[in-house]
Structure formats: structure tokens, C-alpha cells
T-cell receptor, first 118, second 112 residues
Framework: GAVVSQHPSWVICKSGTSVKIECRSL??????MFWYRQFPKQSLMLMATSNEGSKATYEQGVEKDKFLINHASLTLSTLTVTSAHPEDSSFYIC??????????????FGDGTRLSIL | GDSVTQMEGPVTLSEEAFLTINCTYT??????LFWYVQYPGEGLQLLLK?????DKGSNKGFEATYRKETTSFHLEKGSVQVSDSAVYFCALTAGTASKLTFGTGTRLQVTL
């Protein structure tokens, strides 16, 4: 079935570093992908909707310049956390709409990326 | 706007106990309802779903019934196992674009 791959699964880096997270749809094309952030013991917060070939749509309160999203192809979206600081440490999850909607789940999720900023 | 309310956790049960996790929703139109499960350190997996009123979703011994009259989709399991320990999210989609609205999640801890 359709699968979404997210990489890396875990990253630890120094404060001030920029970190890129990749989200790939493996056997289907995704013109839209979603990026979520999950704080410890809390729910998923939708950060932005990534749109292939155009600008991402950010949710209210999410800093566009801090969380750069690029959706350059139909199978790849990237989230770059720029100049990361300890407060950016979190679990980031991407998802892509299921191309066979109506018969299955609405989105396929990646396994998430745990980002730790020292 | 759309919203999902879940009971707060954590929920701690002994193995073989009965589980109920409450979920209620507010949505325009006729949403589809889902339960997702997140095991430690992993992403989300769809557990079950229901797309219209009175539908019952079921999987791995878990069940939930779409109750339009009470706007609820409570998750139940007759006999939990240690391996069921995870965080459970109730969610809905309404309208377009498969956009999911999640509840806050309920952590379940099952002990021997």
C-alpha cells in the first residue's frame, strides 16, 4: 500500500544549526503534504500545508521564516528548521493525503522525526 | 470550527480490563471519524474509522460507534493487553482536502 517515508528519524544538533527533514511519498504522488508538531504528552499541531510548486500555507502562529517548507516535486516535501534553538526541540510528523480517499484512511503518516537542540 | 474533545489521561488499567476512551466532536456537515494510535517513538497508525452515523469501526479488538445524536465516537476494548499501551487520538475530517482535526490524545498504560 501507499507509504510515506520521513528522514531522519532522530537528530541532535547544536543551537543555531539549521536542520532539514524530508518527507517522501513512496509509491504515489502527493501535491499536498502536511507538517505537524507534537510536544511531549500533547496532541499533534498542524503547522503547515505543503503545496507542490507553490508556497506553503502556514497555520496561525507558526513562523514562516523559522520553519521553511519546500515542496519541489510530487513526492518530496522538506521542512527546514532554521537557526534552531532548544525551544524548537519536538517531534515533527509529516503526512500525505491518501490518493485512494473514500476507501481508506485520509492521510498516510511518516514515522516522525525527533529533533533535539542542545 | 471543527473540534474534537477527548478524555484526559493517562488511563492506567490492568491487563484484561475493559477500556473506554471518550471522544466527542463538533463539526459542520457530516464528518468522518477516526481513531489513531501512536506507539512510543513512532508515528500515527490508523486504528479504525467510521464514515457515517451508526457505523461501527473495529480493528484488533477495538470498537467505536459513530453516534450522531450524541456527537460521540467512544473507543472501547473488552480486554486490554500490555501491548495496547500507547497514545490514542480521536480525529475527524469534514469538508475537503482530507484535513484532520485531532483531539488531545489519551495515553493508555496497561500493566500486568
Amino acid at each position: 500500500g501507499a507509504v510515506v517515508s520521513q528522514h531522519p528519524s532522530w537528530v541532535i544538533c547544536k543551537s543555531g544549526t539549521s536542520v532539514k527533514i524530508e518527507c517522501r511519498s513512496l509509491d504515489f504522488q502527493a501535491t499536498t503534504m502536511f507538517w505537524y508538531r507534537q510536544f511531549p504528552k500533547q496532541s499533534l499541531m498542524l503547522m503547515a500545508t505543503s503545496n507542490e510548486g507553490s508556497k506553503a500555507t502556514y497555520e496561525q502562529g507558526v513562523e514562516k521564516d523559522k520553519f521553511l517548507i519546500n515542496h519541489a516535486s510530487l513526492t518530496l516535501s522538506t521542512l527546514t528548521v532554521t537557526s534552531a534553538h532548544p525551544e524548537d526541540s519536538s517531534f515533527y510528523i509529516c503526512s500525505a493525503p491518501n490518493p485512494r480517499q473514500g476507501t481508506d484512511q485520509p492521510q498516510h503518516f511518516g514515522d516522525g522525526t525527533r529533533l533535539s537542540i542542545l | 470550527g471543527d473540534s474534537v474533545t477527548q478524555m484526559e489521561g493517562p488511563v492506567t488499567l490492568s491487563e484484561e480490563a475493559f477500556l473506554t476512551i471518550n471522544c466527542t466532536y463538533t463539526a459542520t456537515g457530516y464528518p468522518s471519524l477516526f481513531w489513531y494510535v501512536q506507539y512510543p517513538g513512532e508515528g500515527l497508525q490508523l486504528l479504525l474509522k467510521a464514515t457515517k452515523a451508526d457505523d461501527k469501526g473495529s480493528n484488533k479488538g477495538f470498537e467505536a460507534t459513530y453516534r450522531k445524536e450524541t456527537t460521540s465516537f467512544h473507543l472501547e476494548k473488552g480486554s486490554v493487553q500490555v501491548s495496547d499501551s500507547a497514545v490514542y487520538f480521536c480525529a475527524l475530517t469534514a469538508g475537503t482536502a482530507s484535513k484532520l482535526t485531532f483531539g488531545t490524545g489519551t495515553r493508555l498504560q496497561v500493566t500486568l
